[in-house]
């Protein structure tokens, strides 16, 4: 079985400070991928990222950047120098690398980043 | 925009009826997931179809059914609905199975009074 763990209900932080979303996994798959969603108000899911599960390289993408530690089954999302428009529900999510393709979500993260 | 469409984007009903959501996934993409947004269980899956064919299902319950067309577009059919049933369901399409990112579509907000 697969799970998601996102601890973190909420979170606000001040714009222009950095913020680092924690998600933690679980899955008997020896190969897998992990991702990040991004729901803003309006309600439609935004991929940000895929990582399959052998590459532990760190990824940056502008503000953004992710931390996978497979020692520790965690794959952190850290936005830098936040801005309002980064206020959203943020979803950390796990499929398995073959097979059935489904992912499993984590219940969610929700930023608000105060001007 | 992700490319997929979903319509209708809300849709009210009453206990009871029966209702189908549609889903056009992006061109090219061979296939379709449907994923149940609720506040009781966030976001499940709950069936994958690939170039016509059911792939995997999850969490789907019995009252529902789905299928994918020949032009790949798909409907979800939701029956003898329940309050419980009131959710976002999200379309999701990707080029092909395995290696692929899943590109979800706006969703439609089903409302069970």
């Known amino acids: 079985a697969q799970k998601v763990t996102q601890a973190q209900t909420e979170i606000s932080v001040v714009e222009k400070e950095d913020v680092t979303l924690d998600c933690v996994y679980e899955t008997r798959d020896t190969t897998y991928y992990l991702f990040w969603y991004k729901q803003p108000p309006s309600g439609e899911l935004v991929f940000l990222i895929r990582r399959n599960s052998f590459d532990e390289q760190n990824e940056i993408s502008g503000r953004y950047s992710w931390n996978f530690q497979k020692s520790t089954s965690s794959f952190n999302f850290t936005i830098t120098a936040s801005q309002v428009v980064d206020s959203a529900v943020y979803f950390c999510?796990?499929?398995?690398?073959?097979?059935?393709?489904?992912?499993?979500f984590g219940t969610g993260t929700r930023l608000t980043i105060i001007p | 925009d992700s490319g997929v469409t979903q319509t209708p984007k809300h849709l009210i009903t009453a206990t009871g009826q029966r209702v189908t959501l549609r889903c056009s996934p992006r061109s090219g993409d061979l296939s379709v997931y449907w994923y149940q947004q609720s506040l009781d269980q966030g976001l499940q899956f709950l069936i994958q179809?690939?170039?016509?064919?059911?792939?995997a299902k999850g969490n789907i319950l019995e009252r529902f059914s789905a299928q994918q067309f020949p032009d790949l577009h798909s409907e979800l059919n939701l029956s003898s609905l329940e309050l419980g049933d009131s959710a976002l369901y999200f379309c999701a399409s990707s080029v092909d199975i395995g290696d692929y990112e899943q590109y979800f579509g706006p969703g439609t907000r089903l409302t069970v009074t």
């Open positions: 179809y690939y170039n016509g064919e059911e792939r």
């Open positions: 999510a796990l499929s398995p690398y073959f097979g059935n393709e489904k992912l499993t």
